[in-house]
């Protein structure tokens, strides 16, 4: 198996001050990249700022002999994400590698989340992603070569309470990725999403501590590490991941049931509930059109 090399490549880590983010830009560093080290350096709510986490992270690169410049904007905004891309640009001259990382959690139940739990959480994570990922896009494009990295969570993916505003924010993330990965197939740009399980600062109270002792970040940052190298050849891919187990997550559909050619009743689905919902011969579909052809077979 040849070695995952990222010499000559230029990654951007968002949310790199830190956590996951910390361990990918240390070990893509180590093995060649120039990374960019994003971090807005604030508290876990995204509220504060500071220059000291993108600078503490850049400080143990070089004191390994790696290469990093320290950015310190917020990708929640629109003007942050274009300009962690230009320093990218102006300090390296392209992107290869983008890992959306950044995130921060303002956990309520439903009946007590505002809008300023709500707003922040789909900024930073969602409109965060796009914010870098636009600049970062075109740029790629233009060399014909990406790997961009979507940081989901299994709570997008399957729940949990007092999570509504960040759950929404992670599966919006998947949607990105499923229509981002289509069009940068062209461009050899690949788009893949993680769903990671770790002890950081985000879950230490979220998990019991035996648990959370066995989360090492490190866990993580081999299965990131090969969706940034040239040697993954996938796209459009959720890997859930933590203490050294790498699992596939898919959005599948069942067989389902045909309820006939003339619009059925609500009675008529009450009576193939069961069926509708059963887990039988499920599958993926590649996009869009394979689900408006799955209805079309019975009417060819
Ligand atoms: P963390 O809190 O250690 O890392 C997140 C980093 O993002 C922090 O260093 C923070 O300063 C930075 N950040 C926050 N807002 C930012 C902004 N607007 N712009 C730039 N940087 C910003 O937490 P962790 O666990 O390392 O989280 C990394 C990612 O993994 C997040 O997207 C999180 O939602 C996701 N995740 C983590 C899980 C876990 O078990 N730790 C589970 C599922 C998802």
């Not at 102006?90 to 709500?118: C, H, P, Q, Y």
């Not at 949607?175 to 069009?183: A, Q, R, T, V, Y």
């Not at 970040?217 to 299965?223: F, H, R, S």
């Not at 891919?237 to 003339?262: H, M, P, W, Y």
């Amino acid at each position: 198996m040849a070695k995952i090399d990222f010499s000559g490549r230029v990654a951007i880590v968002t949310g790199a001050g830190g956590g996951l983010g910390k361990t990918y830009a240390l070990e893509l560093a180590k093995r060649g990249a120039k990374v960019v080290v994003n971090d807005f350096g604030g508290a876990r709510d995204g509220t504060g700022g500071g220059t000291s986490m993108a600078d503490a992270v850049v400080a143990e690169i070089k004191a390994k002999g790696g290469t990093a410049i320290a950015n310190y904007d917020g990708v929640h905004t629109h003007e942050g994400g274009a300009n962690i891309v230009k320093q990218a640009i102006e300090a390296f001259g392209k992107v290869d590698i983008l890992i959306n990382n950044a995130g921060i959690l303002r956990d309520k139940s439903f009946t007590k989340m505002e809008e300023d739990l709500w707003d922040p959480v789909i900024a930073v994570h969602l409109k965060g992603a796009y914010n870098v990922t636009k600049p970062a896009f075109l740029n790629m494009r233009d060399n014909g070569y990406g790997r961009i990295v979507m940081t989901a969570s299994g709570t997008g993916l399957f729940g949990n309470f007092g999570q509504t505003n960040y759950g929404a924010a992670k599966l919006g993330l998947v949607g990105f990725m499923n229509s981002l990965g289509i069009e940068g197939a062209k461009y050899n740009i690949k788009v893949n999403t993680i769903a990671p399980v770790a002890a950081t600062r985000l879950t230490e109270d979220i998990m019991p501590p035996e648990i959370f002792q066995k989360l090492n970040p490190e866990y993580v940052t081999p299965v990131v590490l090969f969706l940034c190298s040239e040697q993954c050849q996938d796209s459009r891919k959720i890997i859930c991941t933590g203490a050294g187990l790498v699992q596939r997550a898919s959005i599948v559909v069942n067989d389902g049931v045909f309820l006939g050619k003339e619009p059925a009743t609500p009675e008529a689905v009450a009576e193939k509930w069961a069926q509708i919902l059963e887990p039988k011969n499920l599958r993926e579909l590649d996009n869009v059109m394979a689900q408006s052809l799955e209805i079309m077979k019975y009417y060819s």
